[in-house]
């Protein structure tokens, strides 16, 4: 079983490190992505992620660690035939039209001539295939570079914050295409700026900060490892509420309404206590740290220990 | 293979579309037309060698319109492209990057072609509708003059190619390509001017000067075709007699400047950091 992943290790990234300068925009990187795998990359802007990238592709070379792309060395030919990129704000030629560009990287990867209508079918382009590129919205710009990307059926997909500029439905369907790839085997690395954005469709996260990898797990693991306080809300009577925060504690919140906030191993105790006092109670509100509370704690916080040490 | 060959008709259509082509084509074809009409005289007499005699302005004017065209067709092609993210797309596929650069060269060449061709050949067909064509001989002139303006063409498509691919800004790469026109086309030839007249004793003018004057591909398109129209070349005061190489032979510069040009720009390309 450990060598079929082994072999499966599509993307293989030990050791990476690269600096501009006295900008060290990767520190010691390590990350894999297996086929069939979809895992985001996140991190604020400047955080590593389109370095990586570039890398990834072979328009930069790495200061140290090897970057492998279906076991080929990043950059080298082999390596660029497995690799599909999207970049964050895709441009092309604007006299072409939809279908000659993705006809173009067709010829370009190689891919059989009936990629390209599958390929715009697949990102609902077709009615528009026909019109030059310049006329379309940012939304088509980013579904046509998603087609050109996956034409010749690509082993590895590197998309660069793929569905910033989509709207919430075309966002969806992306997502729906991206499950559908890996699926057959491909494995998706994609970067974004936040954890919410994601809704939850990338099997693994890995969170870049300052050039370092902070966090590498599936996201019930991130969210679990960060520990991060649970927020009741309990919601009494304006005559009762007094009574209530005197002897639970927490924060006064409105006129009738009190906010605590309990460690996770805290709150079911705290919720059985809350319960055994129906007379000072009318209802119970529980809200588990939100996605972009678990990304601000591995993006931001380690900042400030490491500011306060 | 295919895939330069999908390279060069992206670049081609591309430069049909936004009216590239034509603009080039008609600039050429005014010129070609007015010189044409400048030649049948104010007597409107209908001279015989009207034809011969546009293709002799032609060539001259040439000189200082095919490497501008040629120029700015081509500065654009590597750091205008990745400015606007255009060219990353294309280098993260499989294709080397010599290729992209010969797609490139391929389909700004037929572009070029196109707009000569058609800017030419209305001078031909001027001269015919005012009977002033004159034998084969004449529209043999014309065919030369199409052709190795193409050559010339090239050599500064391929510098173009060379500038953009050595600077990040597309900006900078305009200016070199303004600087290198300027040069190549008119202080190049003042300097040499000043050369022969400074040097009174002739060793200049008998050793230097002639080789100098090969160096340059504009110089050389010049020297082949006056020598091609020998009565241009009376006026010239330059003698075919006092160059090293004759006839085709002159050719050999922009060739090599091409081959020289297009090697250099693949270096360069290849360390291009998109």
């Known amino acids: 079983m450990e060598g079929f992943r082994e072999m499966n290790r599509l993307v293989d990234i030990t050791s990476v490190s690269k600096s501009f300068g006295a900008v060290r925009a990767l520190q010691d990187v390590t990350l894999s992505v297996q086929a069939g795998e979809v895992v985001a990359l996140l991190g604020h802007n400047g955080a590593g992620k389109t370095t990586l990238f570039r890398i990834m592709l072979g328009f930069l070379e790495p200061d140290r660690g090897s970057l492998l792309v279906s076991g080929n060395k990043a950059g080298s030919r082999e390596s660029r035939s497995a690799i599909s990129y999207l970049p964050e704000s895709v441009a092309f030629p604007k006299m072409l039209t939809g279908r000659e560009i993705v006809g173009l990287y067709a010829k370009l990867k190689g891919a059989p001539a009936s990629d390209i209508e599958r390929a715009l079918e697949s990102v609902d382009l077709l009615d528009a295939a026909n019109r030059r590129c310049g006329t379309y919205s940012k939304g088509m710009r980013q579904r046509l570079g998603l087609a050109q990307a996956i034409v010749g059926s690509p082993q590895v997909l590197l998309l660069d914050e793929p569905t910033s500029g989509l709207d919430p439905v075309s966002r969806t369907e992306f997502y729906g295409l991206i499950a559908s790839l890996a699926d057959t085997g491909t494995a998706v690395l994609l970067s974004s700026h936040g954890l919410s954005e994601l809704e939850a469709r990338a099997g693994r996260v890995a969170i870049l900060r300052k050039g370092r990898l902070v966090a590498d797990g599936a996201l019930a693991d991130l969210q679990k490892n960060a520990n991060l306080p649970t927020r009741i809300r309990v919601r009494s009577t304006a005559e009762k509420v007094d009574d209530f925060h005197r002897r639970f504690g927490g924060e006064r919140v409105n006129c009738a309404s009190v906010e605590i906030t309990c460690a996770s191993d805290e709150k079911m105790p705290m919720l059985a206590a809350i319960h055994a006092s129906p007379e000072v109670v009318s209802d119970i509100e529980v809200m588990p740290p939100t996605l972009d509370e678990v990304y601000r704690y591995y993006s931001l916080n380690e900042d400030n220990k490491e500011d306060l040490s | ?274």
């Open chain 2, 1 to 274: 293979m295919s895939a330069v060959l999908a390279i060069a008709v992206v670049e081609t259509r591309i430069g049909i579309r936004n009216s590239w082509v034509i603009l080039a084509a008609g600039i050429l074809a005014t010129f070609s037309i007015l010189l044409v009409l400048l030649g049948s005289g104010p007597s409107g007499a209908v001279d015989a060698h009207l034809l011969s005699v546009a293709v002799a302005s032609l060539s001259t004017l040439a000189v200082y319109l095919i490497p501008l065209i040629a120029l700015l067709l081509s500065f654009d092609a590597i750091a205008g492209e990745i400015d606007r993210g255009t060219l990353q797309l294309v280098l993260a596929t499989p294709i080397a990057r010599w290729q992209v650069l010969a797609g490139k060269f391929l389909g700004h060449l037929v572009v070029l072609a196109i707009a000569i061709v058609v800017g030419y050949a209305s001078a031909g067909v001027l001269a015919v509708l005012l009977g002033g064509a004159g034998g084969l001989e004449a529209f043999y002139g014309l065919a030369v003059l199409t052709l190795t303006s193409i050559l010339l063409g090239a050599v500064f498509i391929a510098v173009g190619y060379l500038t953009s691919s050595s600077v990040r800004q597309t900006g900078t790469a305009a200016a070199l390509a303004v600087g290198i026109w300027l040069v190549t086309v008119v202080l190049y030839d003042l300097a040499l001017l000043g050369g022969l007249l400074s040097s009174q004793d002739g060793i200049f003018a008998r050793t230097v000067f002639p080789w100098l004057l090969l160096l340059n591909p504009a110089d050389a398109f010049r020297v082949f075709n006056m020598e091609a129209v020998d009565t241009a070349l009376l006026q010239t005061g330059l003698g075919a007699d006092g160059l090293p190489i004759r006839g085709a032979a002159v050719l050999l510069s922009p060739v090599l400047w091409v081959i020289a040009a297009l090697g250099f720009s693949v270096l360069a390309i290849r360390r291009v950091k998109p």
